[in-house]
C-alpha cells in the first residue's frame, strides 16, 4: 500500500516560503554550470560527501528562446528548495542543487547528462522542459545510477520507451492534445489548420490531433505548417496560407515565442478573426508578453497548472503570491511541476526507509509506496513512470492574464 501524504506537511513547506525568501539562498543562485561554460559539473564542491547536504540537479534552458521556461523551473525549485531548508531540511540535511543549461538544444543535453553523471554525488536530476533534452540526457544519467524526474515533459514517448529510471508528474500529450482538440469542436470550429515545429513533441501532437480529428469528428485539417523555430521568425506566408483555406481556428504545437510571434504578425495583417488553441508549451506569461495582451486575449491552453488567483486557495495560492514576489511574473506549470518534484523527492527521501535509496531502488520505491499531494497535481507514479493521477485543465488569456476556464 501506498504510503498517503498528509495535506498538512504540504501546508508547512508552502508557509515556510516568506521566511525562507528573506533569509535563506540556495545553491541555484551561484552554481549555473551550464553546457558551454568552461568549468566542469565535476570540480563542483562535492558537500554530499560531508552528510550535512542532499544535492541535486537541474537541467533546464537558461539561455536562448526558451529560457524564460528555464527561468520558471529554476524559481520553482529555488522556492521549494528554500522552503524545505528553512523548515529544517529532510532529516537535518539541508538541499543544494546545480543548474545545467541545456539551451533547450538535444546536443546541449547530452553534454549536461554527461557532466551530471561525472559529477557522481547528485541524488537525482529536474528534468529539462523539453522532453527532446531529457530524453537526450537520459543515457547518460541511467549509467551513473541517477534518476530523472520530470514536472513538464508531455511527450507519450517518454515513458514508452522503457527508461526505467525515469518519471514526469504531469499528464502526457495523447490526454492533453485529445482535450484540447474536443474543446475547439466543441465551440464550434470545423476548419482547423495546424501550426507546429520540428521538436519530436510537437510533431507527434500535430498528428494525433490530425488523426483524433478525423477519427472522432470527420474533420480534416484545412492547413499546417511546420517550422523551425531557431531560425524561422517570419510567419506571414503561413499566415496567408491559412487564411485562405478558410481556417476558422488554429492549433499551435510549440512554445510560446513561436505562437506568440503567429499571433502578432497574424494580427498585424488583419486577421483576427480565429480561434487560437494550444498545447501546454503556450501557457506561458511570456507569450501574453510578446504578443501583446489585447492580441492575446481569448487564446486558449492546456496545462497541468493555472495561476488563477481567483480559483486557488491553500498552498496553491501562496504558492502564487510568494513566486510572485520572487519572480515579478505569475508561475506557469513550468515553476509548478519543478516545485512540486522537489517537494517530493524530499518527502521520498525523508522516509526512513527510502533515506539512504539510490538509482533504480529509490525509483522502484516510489513507485511502489509513494503518493504525494502537490501544488500542481496528486502524484501517484505507476510502473511505466507515468503519474495515474494527473490532471489537466484549459485557461484562457482574459484581460491580460491567464484565467482558468470555467
Known amino acids: 500500500m501506498k504510503n498517503k501524504l498528509k495535506k498538512v506537511v504540504c501546508s508547512l513547506l508552502v508557509a515556510s516560503l516568506a521566511l525562507a525568501m528573506a533569509g535563506c539562498s540556495s545553491s541555484g543562485d551561484t552554481a549555473d554550470t551550464s553546457a558551454d561554460t568552461s568549468s566542469d559539473a565535476s570540480e563542483a564542491e562535492t558537500s554530499a560527501d560531508s552528510g550535512d547536504t542532499i544535492r541535486f540537479a537541474l537541467m533546464s534552458p537558461m539561455t536562448g528562446d526558451a529560457a524564460a521556461t528555464g527561468a520558471q523551473q529554476d524559481n520553482g525549485v529555488k522556492l521549494a528548495v528554500e522552503a524545505i531548508n528553512a523548515a529544517g ?113 510537437d510533431t507527434t501532437n500535430f498528428q494525433l490531433a490530425t488523426q483524433f480529428l478525423q477519427d472522432n469528428y470527420g474533420i480534416e485539417v484545412v492547413e499546417s505548417a511546420q517550422i523551425q523555430p531557431e531560425t524561422e521568425k517570419d510567419f506571414a506566408a503561413h499566415i496567408t496560407n491559412f487564411r485562405d483555406a478558410g481556417a476558422d481556428c488554429v492549433f499551435f504545437f510549440s512554445e510560446y515565442s513561436p505562437a506568440a510571434l503567429f499571433i502578432k504578425q497574424a494580427s498585424t495583417l488583419g486577421w483576427e478573426d480565429y480561434g487560437r488553441y494550444s498545447s501546454a508549451g503556450c501557457s506561458n506569461p511570456q507569450l501574453i508578453e510578446i504578443a501583446g495582451a489585447d492580441v492575446a486575449e481569448g487564446f486558449i491552453s492546456v496545462s497541468s497548472f493555472v495561476a488563477d488567483k481567483d480559483n486557488a486557495d491553500g498552498e496553491k495560492l501562496d504558492f502564487i503570491d510568494n513566486y510572485v514576489e520572487l ?15 522537489v517537494c517530493m523527492m524530499a518527502d521520498v527521501l525523508s522516509n526512513e526507509e527510502a533515506a539512504d535509496l539510490t538509482g533504480q531502488e529509490l525509483v522502484d520505491w516510489i513507485k511502489e509506496n509513494e503518493t504525494y499531494q502537490g501544488i500542481m497535481v496528486d502524484i501517484d507514479i505507476d510502473e511505466n513512470g507515468d503519474n495515474s493521477a494527473a490532471t489537466i485543465v484549459q485557461q484562457i488569456v482574459s484581460d491580460g492574464v491567464w484565467k482558468e476556464v470555467q
Open 89 to 201: 531540511g529532510v532529516n537535518g540535511k539541508m538541499l543544494e542543487y546545480d543548474v545545467f543549461d541545456d539551451q533547450a538544444n538535444t546536443n546541449q543535453a547530452v553534454i549536461c547528462g554527461e557532466k551530471i553523471a561525472a559529477d557522481g554525488n547528485y541524488r537525482f536530476v529536474v528534468a529539462s522542459n523539453s522532453s527532446g533534452c531529457s530524453q537526450a540526457a537520459y543515457p547518460a544519467l541511467e549509467a551513473a545510477g541517477i534518476p530523472l524526474v520530470s514536472g513538464v515533459n508531455t511527450a507519450d514517448f517518454m515513458t514508452n520507451q522503457g527508461f526505467s529510471m525515469y518519471m514526469r508528474i504531469c499528464v502526457k500529450d495523447s490526454a492533453q492534445t485529445e482535450q484540447l482538440v474536443a474543446a475547439a469542436v466543441e465551440a464550434g470550429y470545423t476548419k482547423p489548420a495546424i501550426f507546429y515545429t520540428t521538436a519530436e513533441t
Open 327 to 341: 519572480a515579478d511574473v505569475d508561475p506557469g506549470e513550468w515553476a509548478a511541476g519543478a516545485y512540486d518534484v
